[in-house]
């Protein structure tokens, strides 16, 4: 493990640094890029359909049937965005990046249903309490250290409502993971879910594959995990 990647995983503040580095860029979610839906310019483009698909499977069994506001965590290029807008009412979009939120704000420009926020400290304190109706992060939590990641989760039970839901996908390996990747377990992220009032109510593996830092990747496994979250309820 080279000295950068330790620190990523382990410094809080590092790690935010390398996440505005490699996404911080216009130019990193532009038309060439296509939003998102390809990871760099020599890359196949995905096809979009199969993130409307994924939605439809893994997310909307679980919303409430009442959703008038959701947060997005981390938009990236606003691929997911998209499928976030055919179900809630009004989205609040959040990331530490500058860029990212400009490039939103001109995909999205004819939306009038959308706030857009910048945090330096993975502080959610701008969303009113008791409002979210859906919060939902793909792709990020993956990528950041367990500090970060507790900082975002110990905020959303003050300001989901109680029927509230979070889509979160998250680390599943620890550090026996690719270069760059976050140093959370499930079992971790399963505990200190329960330490912030929420409970996990369903979970699906993501990113299956062969990773030679798993297992010397003989073994199959999934790299991530999407929690599906709700507030623990009073007895």
């Known amino acids: 493990m080279s000295d950068y990647k330790k620190t990523a995983l382990e410094n809080d503040q590092q790690n935010a640094d390398w ?3 490699v996404y911080a860029s216009k130019e990193y979610w532009s038309e060439e890029l296509q939003y998102g839906n390809r990871w760099s310019k020599d890359a196949p483009i995905k096809d979009y359909r199969a993130t409307g698909q994924t939605f439809d499977r893994l997310v909307r069994p679980f919303l409430p049937t009442k959703l008038n506001a959701g947060l997005e965590i981390g ?3 606003g691929r997911w965005t998209a499928e976030l807008l055919r179900v809630a009412k009004h ?4 990331d530490i990046s500058e860029s990212v939120i400009e490039v939103c704000r001109e995909r999205y420009k004819y939306y009038h ?6 945090t330096d400290d993975a502080s959610i304190n701008f969303i009113p309490d008791n409002s979210l109706d859906l919060i ?3 792709g990020v939590f993956v990528h950041i250290s367990s500090g970060l990641v507790e900082k975002y989760v110990s905020q959303f039970a003050q300001k989901m409502t109680e029927s509230g839901i979070a889509f979160i996908q998250h680390g599943n390996l620890g550090t026996h993971v ?3 990747r976050s140093n959370v377990t499930k079992e971790w992220f399963d505990k200190m879910v329960e330490r ?9 593996g993501t990113s299956e594959g062969y990773y030679p830092e798993y297992k010397d990747g003989k073994e199959r496994v999934y790299l991530d995990t999407l929690s599906v979250i709700e507030k623990t309820k009073m007895r």
């Open 196 to 204: 912030h009032g929420l409970t996990i109510r369903a979970q699906f």
């Open 91 to 94: 989205m609040h979009l959040v």
């Open 178 to 180: 690719p270069l760059n």
């Open 19 to 21: 996440m505005r580095k």
């Open 113 to 118: 249903n959308m706030d857009f926020h910048i």
């Open 136 to 138: 939902f992060s793909w």
């Open 75 to 77: 938009p990236g290029g």
